[in-house]
Structure formats: structure tokens, C-alpha cells
């Protein structure tokens, strides 16, 4: 969903810097062998997380939520040869298109795949991470956020998706949506957590970032 008039959202996009080749072949990709391909990193979102990665530089990164691997090479684009990324995802049906496109990235050997439940996945990491993106399952963006704020560097930051939820977060709540609860939770934990400093952008389904202080 995009909060932007049509003409200005197509006007943003238009000036800003333009998709990579090999990320294009990855969406075609996506949606034609893939389930829920709208679960993808947008062209634009992509750029964002290329450019946020390149500003930070970041050494250490996980990644919550692999779908196909979009993000992830966003966010490898930003990063040195001494630098990796950790990257969850519970679909081992995915694994064989995310490694074909790290491959064709020059990243393969700087990502390393987790598959299974990133609640238990997480405790295992003996790491400080400089960035986590955070774009999994909703409703457990509360449980991730409380396993990676303690092995986070200060200054590090965690970037978090889909915290708009299509504009359900300012409709009334149905009592059965349990993600959009889930959401309004986070959000607001994200807004008073002493712990972190965080800025929500109305950037396509919303993404916040949120630093360690």
C-alpha cells in the first residue's frame, strides 16, 4: 500500500536510484514460482535498505525473515568483505532460489541461512549485531525485538517493515486480527522503550527505524 498520491509516489520513485539487474530477475522470479509474492522487498523499499547499509556500513547484520532473498542483497550491498549476515527463514522450500541469487550476487559466502524458528534460532547467535531487519511474522515482532535488543551495539540500528500494515494500525481494531494487534503493540513498544530512539517512516507498508542508544 503506498500513503503517497499516485503521481508523487511514481514521481519519488522515478528520482531515485533504479533497481539493480540481478534484483529485477529475482522479483520475475518470485512471482512466477513463488506463494505470496507481494511478501517481497519492493524496488524502492530495496533501494532504502541499500542506502541505509551504505550509510551505516554495518559489520555484524540479521535478517528476520528471507523470503526469497531481496533484502538481504539490499542489505549486502552496503557492507565490507569482513562483514556477514545471518538470515532466518522457517520455509526450507525457498532455500535453493535464495541460494541461486547469492550466488549470482557475489554475496553467497558473506550469508549464512538459518532455517527453523527464528525464536529459537536467535538465543543461538553469539554475535552484536550493527543492524537487524526485522520482516517476518507479525505477530511475534515483539519476541524478536525483546531477543535482539541485548545483543545489539549501541548505535546499532533495527530496521522494522510492514508497521502500517496496509493502514489497518489507525482503523478499528477487529478483535480476530491478530497481527494488526500485534503490530500496535510493537509500535508502541518501539515509541517507549528507553532503550531504543525511533523515527516510523510512511515509506510503502511503513518502516521504522530504530536506534540503540
Request: hydrophobic share 35%; glycine share 6%; charged share 30%.
Amino acid at each position: 500500500m503506498n500513503f503517497l498520491p499516485g503521481k508523487i509516489d511514481e514521481y519519488v520513485v522515478d528520482n531515485s536510484q533504479k533497481e539493480p539487474q540481478i534484483l529485477q530477475e529475482l522479483t520475475k522470479e518470485t512471482w512466477q514460482r513463488v506463494l505470496n509474492p507481494r511478501m517481497l522487498s519492493g524496488a524502492f523499499q530495496g533501494r532504502i535498505l541499500s542506502m541505509i547499509s551504505k550509510i551505516i556500513n554495518p559489520k555484524d547484520i540479521l535478517e528476520i525473515g528471507t523470503y526469497t532473498g531481496y533484502s538481504a542483497i539490499c542489505i549486502a550491498e552496503g557492507i565490507s568483505n569482513e562483514a556477514t549476515i545471518d538470515t532466518i527463514d522457517k520455509n526450507e522450500e525457498l532455500e535453493d532460489i535464495q541460494n541461486k541469487y547469492f550466488k549470482k550476487s557475489g554475496f553467497r559466502d558473506q550469508i549464512k541461512q538459518h532455517i527453523g524458528n527464528a525464536v529459537e534460532i536467535i538465543p543461538t547467535l553469539d554475535k552484536k549485531f550493527d543492524l537487524v531487519f526485522i520482516d517476518a511474522d507479525k505477530s511475534n515482532y515483539c519476541n524478536y525485538f525483546n531477543l535482539v535488543i541485548g545483543k545489539m551495539k549501541k548505535g546499532g540500528i533495527i530496521l522494522s517493515d510492514n508497521v502500517l500494515w496496509s493502514g489497518k494500525v489507525v482503523e478499528k481494531l477487529d478483535k480476530k486480527d491478530i497481527d494488526t494487534k500485534a503490530l500496535l503493540e510493537y509500535n508502541r513498544l518501539l515509541n517507549s522503550d528507553p532503550r531504543v530512539e525511533t523515527v516510523l517512516l510512511p515509506i510503502r507498508d511503513g518502516l521504522s527505524i530504530s536506534r540503540v542508544v
